[in-house]
């Protein structure tokens, strides 16, 4: 199982970026899960965001407040997160998650670094 993220950087308080994560070598069945979670320095890392599958549920965490947005293409096993009004406080490693709903094993990428400054 492989995830690649892209589109990390860095960004002014109140600007936007968008995230991409493409998965191989898994297939996504019912009630899996594929989004994104969050780790900034020093503290555990922490759930952003998912898209539930088949059906496209969405969830996202209370940090978010209606600024983030996730999306996703199943043709192409991929999953997206549109960041918008971006604050300093979501600063951190953006992590691409895969949980099988099978078993409960969780599939990460390698994080993509955000940074927004004030």
């Known amino acids: 199982v492989r995830l690649v993220e892209s589109g990390g950087g860095s960004v002014q308080a109140g600007g936007s970026l968008g995230l991409s994560c493409v998965a191989s070598g898994v297939t996504l069945s019912k009630d899996d899960n594929f989004g994104w979670y969050r780790q900034a320095p020093g503290k555990q890392r922490e759930f952003v965001s998912i898209?539930?599958?088949?059906?496209?549920?969405?969830y996202y965490a209370n940090f978010v407040n209606g600024r983030f947005s996730i999306s996703r293409d199943i043709a192409e096993n991929a999953v997206f997160l549109q960041m918008n009004s971006l604050e300093p406080e979501d600063t951190a490693v953006y992590y691409c998650?895969?949980?099988?709903?099978?078993?409960?094993?969780?599939?990460w990428g390698q994080g993509t670094q955000v940074t927004v400054s004030s």
């Open positions: 898209v539930a599958w088949p059906m496209g549920n969405e």
């Open positions: 998650n895969i949980r099988k709903s099978v078993d409960g094993t969780m599939h």
